[in-house]
């Protein structure tokens, strides 16, 4: 059984796979309760699944790119559970798995834009099949306006940057867990996919009394 979650993005997203299909998805109620939420979601839908943790044969995480706190929430229970339970811990882009499931209404090429805050998305772009072209990278909107359809957070926030929004909006568990079970996506360490140094930093030593 697989178990994936994603918490790079406001929403915590987690879902259980067999093998064959999703057999239960759960999604937080409110945005940027990361630490609060993913646990109790992953426990509720292992009891949704009739499950408990000693099924699980492996984990999916979603490495971002997203702010750090999010990001940190996810991939420490990620390699935690994998150390625990001895199984493997597979990472995949967010933006890969929302491209994923945004293709499946799309006949051209499309990019992916999130919520980066301090007024930047992260944008990716991607071909007609949902594979990625290039990217990710963070810019203000502005900078990366475009008329190609956009997928993903960011196009509802910047709608003079990018007109032609497109769904999803936020990256689904469910479409994780399907991209690793099908090897649909490139497969990465459960490493943070940070594009920007994180807001908190160490302090500096301390300054001499004179």
Same mark, same amino acid.
């Given at each position: 059984?697989?178990?994936?979650?994603?918490?790079?993005?406001?929403?915590?997203?987690?879902?259980?796979?067999?093998?064959?299909?999703?057999?239960?998805?759960?999604?937080?109620?409110?945005?940027?309760?990361?630490?609060?939420?993913?646990?109790?979601?992953?426990?509720?839908?292992?009891?949704?699944?009739?499950?408990?943790?000693?099924?699980?044969?492996?984990?999916?995480?979603?490495?971002?790119?997203?702010?750090?706190?999010?990001?940190?929430?996810?991939?420490?229970?990620?390699?935690?559970?994998?150390?625990?339970?001895?199984?493997?811990?597979?990472?995949?882009?967010?933006?890969?798995?929302?491209?994923?499931?945004?293709?499946?209404? *799309? =006949?051209? $090429?499309?990019?992916? +834009? %999130?919520?980066?805050?301090?007024?930047?998305?992260?944008? &990716?772009? #991607?071909?007609?099949?949902?594979?990625?072209?290039?990217?990710?990278? *963070? =810019?203000? $909107?502005?900078?990366? +306006? %475009?008329?190609?359809?956009?997928?993903?957070?960011?196009? &509802?926030? #910047?709608?003079?940057?990018?007109?032609?929004?497109?769904?999803?909006?936020?990256?689904?568990?469910?479409?994780? +867990?399907?991209?690793?079970?099908?090897?649909?996506?490139?497969?990465?360490?459960?490493?943070?996919?940070?594009?920007?140094?994180?807001?908190?930093?160490?302090?500096?030593?301390?300054?001499?009394?004179?």
């Amino acid at each position: 059984m697989l178990l994936a979650f994603d918490t790079a993005t406001p929403l915590v997203t987690v879902a259980l796979h067999d093998g064959s299909q999703v057999v239960a998805e759960r999604r937080s109620a409110q945005p940027l309760k990361h630490g609060e939420q993913l646990a109790p979601l992953i426990e509720q839908v292992m009891q949704d699944a009739a499950i408990d943790r000693l099924d699980l044969t492996a984990v999916a995480v979603g490495v971002g790119p997203g702010p750090f706190t999010g990001l940190r929430v996810g991939l420490v229970t990620a390699r935690t559970l994998g150390h625990v339970l001895e199984i493997p811990v597979y990472g995949v882009c967010t933006l890969d798995v929302i491209a994923a499931e945004a293709a499946r209404g *799309v =006949d051209s $090429p499309f990019l992916v +834009a %999130t919520d980066a805050r301090r007024k930047e998305v992260y944008l &990716a772009s #991607y071909d007609e099949s949902g594979t990625r072209i290039s990217g990710p990278v *963070v =810019d203000k $909107p502005a900078a990366l +306006a %475009t008329a190609v359809p956009v997928a993903g957070g960011g196009a &509802a926030l #910047y709608p003079d940057a990018f007109p032609n929004s497109i769904g999803p909006d936020e990256p689904s568990a469910a479409w994780l +867990a399907q991209c690793v079970a099908a090897e649909l996506v490139e497969l990465l360490d459960p490493e943070p996919l940070y594009l920007r140094r994180p807001d908190a930093v160490a302090p500096g030593a301390p300054k001499p009394v004179s």
